[in-house]
Every structure is written in structure tokens, then in C-alpha cells.
């Protein structure tokens, strides 16, 4: 369907395929992907655009085990300033980066609680509570891990996943 689109204007073609490549490496369409990314790239590329360009690289990398590829995508968007891009670029790259074994779990949590505050609200801030409630669990930090399952069951009451924070 990338064809579809390709005679749209630039500001209505880039988000439209930039969406659509979100979806297509949601399911580890590669080639769905790489059709949307070449009708989402311009010369007139917005900062945000480039950021998710370079995180939707990224995300395509991991789902096709080029790690090394992936993190240097997420460290791209992340260096683009966006600040949307840059609290999920530096969520992947933290989680990839535990995945291969270059950082233990310790670093892990320390990154993940800097990135608390990078990005309020949404599924973004309700995943990453959820993901630090169940490191600190792993480890044996009980109390810590009821703490922020509290936090996400508060926080995000009227969101549809919450009742996980309150189950686990």
C-alpha cells in the first residue's frame, strides 16, 4: 500500500507513512517497513520525523537480530532532541542493550528511573512503571516493587491494562 500513498503532499504523505511503518515493524513486516521508512524520508524531514525514522530503523534492527544496528538507531533518535523519541529510543536501547548482556540489571534500573520523567503519561510511563515494578520483584525488593505497582494503579486508573499493576 506504500504506492497509495506516494503522490500525497510531503505533510500529509510523512506522517501517514511514518504511521504505517510503526505498524508494519510492529508485526516484523520488513518489507512493509522499508516501503513506508523510503516514502517517510525526505529532504525537508522535521527533527521528529528524522527521531522516528531513525527508531523505527531501529526497532526493524532488533525484530531482525542486528542488535549493534539497533542501538546505534536508538542512539540516533535520541540525539535527534525530540523529546518523545528520546524517552522510547533510550527505553529500547536500555532494554536491548540488558537483552545482549552489555549491561546488568542494576544499571538497567538506574536508567530505566532516570527515564521516569523524560515522558509523563500514556502506555509509555504505564510500561515503564510496570517494567521497573517487575525488575525490582525479580531482585527480591518486595516493598519497592508494591511502591511503583501502586504508583502505575493510581496514576493510570481509568487506563484499560491497569488492573496488571494491582494483580501482580
Same mark, same amino acid.
Given at each position: 500500500?506504500?504506492?497509495?500513498?506516494?503522490?500525497?503532499?510531503?505533510?500529509?504523505?510523512?506522517?501517514?507513512?511514518?504511521?504505517?511503518?510503526?505498524?508494519?515493524?510492529?508485526?516484523?513486516?520488513?518489507?512493509?517497513?522499508?516501503?513506508?521508512?523510503?516514502?517517510?524520508?525526505?529532504?525537508?524531514?522535521?527533527?521528529?520525523?528524522?527521531?522516528?525514522?531513525?527508531?523505527?530503523?531501529?526497532?526493524?534492527?532488533?525484530?531482525?537480530?542486528?542488535?549493534?544496528?539497533? &542501538? $546505534? @538507531?536508538?542512539?540516533? #533518535?535520541?540525539?535527534? %532532541?525530540?523529546?518523545?523519541? =528520546?524517552?522510547?529510543?533510550?527505553?529500547?536501547? +536500555?532494554?536491548?542493550?540488558?537483552?545482549?548482556?552489555?549491561?546488568?540489571?542494576?544499571?538497567?534500573?538506574?536508567? &530505566? $528511573? @532516570?527515564?521516569?520523567? #523524560?515522558?509523563?503519561? %500514556?502506555?509509555?510511563?504505564? =510500561?515503564?512503571?510496570?517494567?521497573?515494578?517487575? +525488575?525490582?520483584?525479580?531482585?527480591?525488593?518486595?516493598?519497592?516493587?508494591?511502591?511503583?505497582?501502586?504508583?502505575?494503579?493510581?496514576?493510570?486508573?481509568?487506563?484499560?491494562?491497569?488492573?496488571?499493576?494491582?494483580?501482580?
Amino acid at each position: 500500500y506504500g504506492g497509495v500513498i506516494g503522490n500525497y503532499p510531503e505533510r500529509v504523505k510523512i506522517p501517514l507513512a511514518l504511521t504505517a511503518a510503526k505498524a508494519t515493524v510492529s508485526v516484523s513486516d520488513e518489507i512493509g517497513t522499508n516501503t513506508f521508512l523510503t516514502a517517510a524520508r525526505s529532504e525537508n524531514n522535521t527533527q521528529r520525523e528524522l527521531a522516528a525514522i531513525n527508531y523505527i530503523e531501529g526497532k526493524l534492527s532488533e525484530s531482525k537480530g542486528n542488535f549493534e544496528v539497533a &542501538l $546505534e @538507531r536508538f542512539v540516533d #533518535a535520541i540525539e535527534t %532532541g525530540d523529546r518523545y523519541y =528520546n524517552a522510547i529510543s533510550s527505553y529500547d536501547r +536500555l532494554m536491548l542493550q540488558k537483552k545482549i548482556e552489555e549491561i546488568d540489571t542494576e544499571t538497567l534500573i538506574n536508567g &530505566l $528511573e @532516570r527515564l521516569r520523567y #523524560a515522558w509523563r503519561g %500514556g502506555s509509555f510511563e504505564f =510500561n515503564l512503571l510496570m517494567t521497573l515494578g517487575n +525488575l525490582e520483584r525479580d531482585r527480591g525488593h518486595y516493598g519497592e516493587a508494591l511502591r511503583i505497582w501502586q504508583q502505575a494503579a493510581t496514576y493510570f486508573q481509568d487506563y484499560r491494562e491497569a488492573e496488571k499493576a494491582t494483580a501482580s
